[in-house]
Nanobody
Framework: QVQFVESGGGLVQPGGSLRLSCVAS????????SGWYRQAPGKQRELFAR???????IYSESVKGRFTIARDNGANTLYLQMNSLRPEDTAIYYC??????????WGQGTQVTVSS
């Protein structure tokens, strides 16, 4: 099984930046595709960025050019650099394998609020 702990969220003004971290335990995520998900109020959780075991990065159109996903295999940690943040980026951010499995457990997430 693999578990995740996300951190780094907060309140930021539009146009600002944040860097999220996700520490995995129980399994080396470098051997899998892993991703960042988010859930905005009243909406379903969605995948918006993922990185394959080979390092290929894939983004949704809503974040392409603004967000960067990265992974440190030695630290078993996933990162998300978010620049040019917009109010519509406000959500709880999670990480997990892609696709999640019955043995990959969601963490608590980290809240990102973009507001002036």
């Amino acid at each position: 099984q693999v578990q995740f702990v996300e951190s780094g969220g907060g309140l930021v003004q539009p146009g600002g930046s944040l860097r999220l971290s996700c520490v995995a335990s129980g399994r080396n995520i470098g051997s899998y595709t892993s991703g960042w998900y988010r859930q905005a109020p009243g909406k379903q959780r969605e995948l918006f960025a993922r990185i394959t075991s080979g390092g290929l990065r894939i983004y949704s159109e809503s974040v392409k050019g603004r967000f960067t996903i990265a992974r440190d295999n030695g630290a078993n940690t996933l990162y998300l650099q978010m620049n040019s943040l917009r109010p519509e980026d406000t959500a709880i951010y999670y990480c997990n394998l892609h696709p999640p499995t019955s043995n990959s457990y969601w963490g608590q997430g980290t809240q990102v609020t973009v507001s002036s």
